[in-house]
């Protein structure tokens, strides 16, 4: 690969930036950079500026509504997305069953479902998680059973992010009990407006509320809904997760967060200079960029791979892996910087009279970390991943 960007990626790059900075909130942007809690409607309004821009799905083929970008401009937009502070593009629908749809749906199926997720008419969740089957999801045990055109479906889902918004989600359900545990999963597209559907909040370390129990009573899904072939969901299952893992790696918000790391650093002090000037935490610094250089060209090899029509394969593993240990070793080292001032803040206090203890930038780094401890298990825990590629990569 050329590792040099050319005067037209150069360009594009300056265009990005030009478009973040003329269209984005900035009241938006400040509560990203100050790592604040955002509403739905954040997110909307951000997603809905890049659809009217054409610039919502980068890695989505032209004809279904992508850029046709080279896989250098894709890699560009993803930097300066996190450079400028923007809201995260919520994966769900864009990065996780898009490309499922489009890969093994039915023309109707595509042509109802993928405009919806272009605009984010349509707000997804992913049902896979279930108690007892988090990793070993192949062990799930919500059925569904058909009843003439419909499913009947019942059981519960878990850890499942923004249920809570969600119009729509793709769930993984038990169509047979025959053979593998694999050969008799189905993948069902459930309307979250349905009769039978709760959705019961989990409040989370942090303090957060963003994951919830999704539970299903008698819930009736159209057999219109069911991707693909009846209990053939595993293969479409694995797909989706190769798309979640690459995009878990999450290089350009650490490389964000990495300079904020440094930032922090230049303002505490240890003794008479800089944390950042002593040897010990300047070589912390340095040991977790080195890392995430190597990440980002794993990250661009897949990149180049998939611009050739290959899908992600066990290297998503691997990026997946090496991409939360980093963001959680930034975490780590964000909290050591600002040592006891790193105290959880209850986000109801915030614009109270009492004065705030320690520097501004202090009061999210505890609910920073402690939100970042999962990354190493959703989207299939790390020591999956290791056994993904020991398997795939080794041969063991």
């Not at 030009?18 to 997603?47: E, Y």
């Not at 799905?57 to 923007?86: D, K, M, S």
């Not at 969600?166 to 038990?174: E, Y």
Request: glycine share 10%; charged share 25%; proline share 5%.
């Amino acid at each position: 690969m050329d590792l040099n960007y050319s005067p037209e990626d150069i360009a594009f790059r300056k265009e990005v930036r030009a478009f973040i900075d003329a269209t984005l909130d900035p009241a938006v942007r400040a509560k990203v950079k100050g790592d604040k809690k955002l509403a739905k409607q954040d997110f909307v309004t951000w997603q809905k500026a890049l659809y009217k821009k054409g610039w919502i799905a980068p890695n989505w083929p032209v004809e279904h509504g992508g850029t046709g970008w080279t896989p250098t401009q894709r890699h560009i937009f993803e930097e300066e997305l996190a450079y400028g502070h923007c809201p995260r593009i919520i994966p769900f629908g864009l990065k996780m069953v898009g490309p499922v749809i489009m890969k093994f749906a039915n023309q109707a199926q595509k042509n109802h479902y993928l405009p919806r997720i272009l605009s984010s008419e349509d707000w997804w969740c992913q049902g896979y998680s279930e108690p007892g089957s988090g990793s070993d999801l192949a062990s799930l045990q919500t059925k569904a059973v058909r009843d003439g055109d419909h499913y009947v479906v019942n059981g519960m889902k878990i850890w499942t992010s923004g249920a809570q918004h969600a119009d729509m989600m793709f769930c993984l359900v038990r169509t047979s009990n025959t053979g593998k545990r694999q050969e008799g999963i189905s993948f069902l597209l459930i309307d979250m407006h349905s009769k039978g559907i709760t959705v019961r909040p989990i409040v989370t370390i942090d303090g957060g509320a963003d994951v919830n129990e999704v539970h299903f009573d008698d819930v009736r899904v159209p057999v219109a809904n069911l991707v693909g072939e009846e209990n053939a969901g595993w293969t479409y299952a694995k797909y989706l997760l190769g798309h979640e893992r690459t995009g878990i790696a999450g290089v350009a918000h650490s490389k964000e967060q990495i300079k904020r790391l440094k930032a922090i650093a230049s303002a505490e002090r240890a003794g008479d200079r800089s944390l950042l000037e002593t040897p010990r935490f300047r070589d912390k610094i340095a040991t977790v960029e080195i890392d995430l250089m190597a990440l980002e060209m794993t990250e661009l090899r897949t990149v180049y791979a998939e611009s050739a029509g290959k899908g992600p394969g066990p290297e998503a593993s691997i990026l997946k892996i090496r991409g939360t240990e980093i963001q959680q070793a930034i975490t780590e080292l964000l909290f050591e910087a600002v040592g006891h001032y790193a105290f959880p803040v209850d986000d109801e206090r915030e614009g109270a009279n009492e004065p705030p203890i320690g520097p501004d930038y202090a009061g999210r780094l505890a609910p920073h970390y402690f939100n970042w401890r999962k990354s190493s298990i959703y989207g299939g825990s790390n020591e999956i991943q290791k056994n993904i590629i020991a398997k795939l990569v080794l041969g063991l």
